[in-house]
């Protein structure tokens, strides 16, 4: 049979947890309007990645 202790150490625990996601749960949430708020990221946009080829110059010549 689990002491009282036990049960509070149980509790604590239970309550921490909910805690923790709720925080993680509001950081999401923070993450997502800020990527949003940001509208377009020209970062991300693959036009401005060096390392697509976009004249694909390094493709064989399928004619020849």
């Given at each position: 049979?689990?002491?009282?202790?036990?049960?509070?150490?149980?509790?604590?625990?239970?309550?921490?947890?909910?805690?923790?996601?709720?925080?993680k749960?509001?950081?999401?949430?923070?993450?997502?309007?800020?990527?949003?708020?940001?509208?377009?990221?020209?970062?991300?946009?693959?036009?401005?990645?060096?390392?697509?080829?976009?004249?694909?110059?390094?493709?064989?010549?399928?004619?020849?």
């Amino acid at each position: 049979m689990t002491t009282t202790f036990q049960k509070r150490q149980k509790e604590m625990k239970r309550i921490e947890k909910r805690k923790m996601k709720e925080e993680k749960r509001t950081q999401r949430k923070a993450d997502k309007t800020t990527s949003k708020e940001g509208g377009f990221d020209p970062a991300s946009d693959p036009a401005n990645d060096p390392t697509i080829d976009w004249n694909h110059s390094n493709e064989l010549n399928s004619q020849e």
